[in-house]
């Protein structure tokens, strides 16, 4: 059997299998292309009653890019996304932009977590169930660990307020976007012939 894909080695993520007659141009493809992946997984967007933070798809996107791309290419798309929607680039949650909203603090988490998530990939952390769940588990607290003292501090909540506005209301999205994620990574890699 015969794929389009590059056969897969040790330290390697899926964006690695692509094939690439100039690496540079795929990775600058790859960066750009999780950076607007991002971006429009955040304009899935619902308001939480009594909190400044939506729930979106943009955390579900940041740790998929992380761990399709690596450490350095996951990094440097969330840095894309971050810088393009701090210099006006609507497309942060419900199509906003800037670094002055309360929920910044999530996107500079997410930064993080992408590049978390990435190194851990890159040691096969996305090729099983279990590894994949534990992989996003780690990439949300990173994202919280930043997002939720940065809301506390730009909105003036305590930190338990900030815990029950900006952490407690997103647990159950975040357990179903870990889930879709469990299924989605090792599948694809199955799909490859590598566990």
């Known amino acids: ?24 141009v795929r990775d600058i493809a790859l960066v750009a292309g999780g950076a607007a992946l991002t971006g429009l997984a955040a304009q899935i967007a619902v308001p939480v009653p009594g909190s400044p933070v939506p729930v979106s798809g943009q955390t579900f996107a940041a740790l998929l890019v992380g761990t399709a791309l690596g450490a350095r290419r996951g990094f440097l798309s969330l840095a894309l996304y971050a810088l ?4 006006g680039v609507p497309w942060f949650a419900q199509a906003t ?3 002055t909203m309360p929920s910044f603090g999530y996107i500079l988490g997410m930064l993080l977590a992408a590049t978390v998530v990435g190194a851990l990939a ?28 940065y ?18 209301p997103f647990l159950i999205g975040d357990a179903l976007k870990a889930a ?4 989605a990574l090792p599948a694809a890699w199955k799909l490859i012939g590598r566990k």
């Open 97 to 99: 932009s800037g670094y």
């Open 122 to 149: 890159r040691r096969g952390a996305d090729r099983s169930v279990p590894r994949t769940a534990g992989t996003m588990v780690l990439g949300s607290l990173v994202i919280y660990a930043v997002g939720v003292p």
């Open 1 to 24: 059997m015969s794929t389009a894909f590059a056969p897969a080695r040790p330290g390697a993520v899926l964006a690695d299998l692509l094939p690439a007659s100039h690496s540079r």
């Open 151 to 168: 809301l506390a501090l730009a909105t003036g909540m305590t930190l338990s307020q900030a815990v029950a506005a900006g952490l407690t």
């Open 180 to 183: 879709l994620a469990m299924g």
């Open 84 to 87: 393009a929607g701090m210099a």
